[in-house]
């Protein structure tokens, strides 16, 4: 079975995550799905839209703990998130995100990422990083804090209190917030007023929007990731996430 579902229908590529036994959590197969999912959506002159989706009741649970601990064939365990990050920074057309239950870790940074999300009442966002022993990544770092403020950066990013969705609403983090029976249609209704758009000028303007963060960010995402690398060979990271595989 897939982890990661695709289907096209007029101009939309909907991309579903497809472990919901996992609670959507990433593994390097998911991520290497997706990323060259949106990748070859991107050069799809037939995709005018991406939406990002998932099955179950839990959005993505972030990393697939145990998978990420296993030692990989080759680069660093850091590269396979990185690399889906660095793709939909890059990605023309317009990602929006359909958000039901939890996005935590890079369930969570990964929509800093899209252009549009809308979530349902039961969503948050849950950054775990420090308590993992790790630090946050995606660009969250500068992301979070100028849309948010310094201290409730710090509270969700540091402290890992989780980010309601009326929390995330309020702070531009999200678009809106939906009882979870309206969140598909609300969804489809931008989907398909992005695809009505002249495609040109959609990704035109999207890309001058992505620019606007310039290199920093995108120096910024592999400083962090770079960080993230090191700390996870750290004790505190080792002793945190095997405990949390034991459970």
């Known amino acids: 079975m897939s982890t990661l579902l695709h289907t096209l229908d007029a101009g939309v590529l909907h991309l579903t995550l497809n472990r919901a036994d996992k609670r959507n959590a990433f593994d390097r197969g998911l991520y290497a799905a997706l990323t060259d999912a949106i990748?070859?959506?991107?050069?799809?002159?037939?995709?005018r839209v991406i939406q990002l989706m998932a099955e179950g009741g839990c959005f993505s649970a972030g990393n697939d703990i145990a998978d990420f601990l296993a030692e990989p064939e080759q680069g660093?365990?850091?590269?396979?998130?990185?690399?889906?990050?660095?793709?939909?920074?890059?990605?023309?057309?317009?990602?929006?995100?359909?958000?039901?239950?939890?996005?935590?870790?890079?369930?969570?940074?990964?929509?800093?990422?899209?252009?549009?999300?809308?979530?349902s009442e039961e969503s948050a966002l849950v950054f775990p990083f420090v308590a993992l022993g790790l630090c946050p990544e995606g660009g969250s770092?500068?992301?979070?804090?100028?849309?948010?403020?310094?201290?409730?950066?710090?509270?969700?990013?540091?402290?890992?209190?989780?980010?309601?969705?009326?929390?995330?609403?309020?702070?531009?983090?999200?678009?809106?917030?939906l009882p979870v029976d309206q969140?598909?249609?609300?969804?489809?209704?931008?989907?398909?007023?992005?695809?009505?758009?002249?495609?040109?000028?959609?990704?035109?303007?999207?890309r001058r929007l992505q620019l606007a963060a310039g290199e920093q960010l995108d120096a910024l995402m592999q400083a962090e990731m770079d960080l993230f690398e090191s700390l996870l060979e750290g004790e505190a990271a080792q002793r945190a996430l095997k405990a949390f595989v034991s459970r």
């Open 183 to 206: 969140l598909s249609d609300q969804v489809d209704r931008a989907v398909t007023r992005l695809a009505a758009l002249d495609p040109q000028a959609v990704q035109q303007s999207s």
């Open 141 to 177: 770092t500068q992301l979070i804090p100028q849309l948010a403020g310094h201290v409730k950066a710090f509270e969700w990013l540091v402290l890992g209190q989780p980010c309601s969705a009326m929390e995330a609403a309020q702070c531009g983090l999200v678009n809106a917030v």
């Open 76 to 119: 660093r365990r850091t590269d396979p998130p990185l690399k889906l990050l660095q793709a939909m920074r890059a990605c023309r057309k317009p990602i929006v995100a359909q958000v039901h239950g939890k996005a935590v870790g890079i369930g969570a940074t990964l929509l800093l990422h899209c252009d549009l999300v809308y979530v």
């Open 39 to 47: 990748q070859a959506g991107d050069i799809d002159p037939e995709v």
